[in-house]
């Protein structure tokens, strides 16, 4: 009776360095494929350097400070977040730039960011597209003593955030000369929200926009900054944000920065599909990205012939985008682990803790069975773990990685 109140708990997936995915591994479990991880790394960090740009990863995707450093190391210009409290976590972790694409809203949020920007090593950006909350940033941070870099947010009728006409950046810029405690440092937009048929030229347009705002204002002297940055681009377009501010010399008089996130893992869903869209459009790339995400789990149930219950829920991987993709089976505990392939089966339907699985015929599963996933849209299962195993080519753990969500 003693010794159990001394076991601790653990977080599902959980494994320890060493440990093999089909025999020692608590499933289900986050899986990261080592040397798809690599692959996507170097690719994204080299057509970004390629294309005269410099690359700021959107770390909301994993939120994972491992791969923020294999970024950085990669030669990453800084992480991109989504909030004061990533950017704390980030920080933490040993991020010192910082491009937060979101305004910063709310006293309490203004001070976790007041107290890191006490670092004079901390570099750190944030959103703006409102005058009301220019009025905030400026009233709190002069009350703060500290100095605040802000870039104006463009976007699009119907987007998401930013200001939905060049006027109204225009504008804004002028409300922010007016506050000593904000410094305009550039400008900012999201194309990723631009759809439909025409959505290549629509995404070409508003580059074109973007770019002629930001030399519309460092021509009138607005920017603070000798060189300011023109920044944009999501995991879907960035080679044709890319192609377009390098074509208007975006990077000659201005710091282009990207911003992809979902890079790093890739899927097999959503960007799966993105990435043939880039190969598409740009013959001179002859290889792309590589799937490093996957989640492993058991064979729970086979209550009816041709059907399967998998271990595997809502609360595992992300079902907003496309339901888990079945792609190969492996015996449990039977090493060397060979993976047979199941892409037949079908996930039509997942439940909090289950995914139900249709079976052809000629499939052999057992109750039991290890079944390895794809996903789509990396950045809604990254947050339903707290720790991923990175494996090597023979399915060991080689390394645990934690998630700061």
Known sequence: MSSAKNIAAVEKGFAHTGAHLVRDVSLPALVLHRDALEHNIRWMQAFVSDSGAELAPHGK???????????????????????????????????????????????????????????????????????????????????????????IEYGVVGGRCGCRSEQQVLDLA??????????????????????GDHAVSGIRAFAGSLVRLAVQLQDSGAFAIAKPIVTASGSAWYDLIAEEFEAQNAGGRFLSVLRPGSYVAHDHGIYKEAQCCVLDRRSDLHEGLRAALEVWAHVQSLPEPGFAVIALGKRDVAYDAGLPVPLLRYRAGVIPAKGDDVSACKVTAVMDQHAFMTVPPGVDLRVGDIISFGTSHPCLTFDKWRVGCLVDEQLNVIETMETCF
Request: contains cysteine; aromatic residues 8%.
């Open 61 to 151: 995707t994993s939120m994972t400070p491992a791969l923020f450093r294999r970024q950085l190391d990669a030669g990453a210009w800084g992480i991109t977040l989504a909030s004061a409290t990533q950017t704390r976590a980030a920080y933490a972790h040993g991020v010192r730039r910082v491009l937060m694409a979101n305004q910063l809203v709310g006293t309490p949020n203004m001070a976790l960011i007041a107290d890191l920007l006490a670092d004079p090593g901390f570099d750190f950006y944030c959103m703006v597209d409102h005058p009301d909350n220019v009025a905030d940033l400026g009233a709190y941070f002069a009350s703060r003593g500290v100095r605040l870099n802000v870039m």
């Open 174 to 195: 002028k409300a922010i000369a007016a506050q000593p405690a904000l410094a305009l440092t550039g400008i900012e937009g999201y194309e990723g929200v631009i759809h």
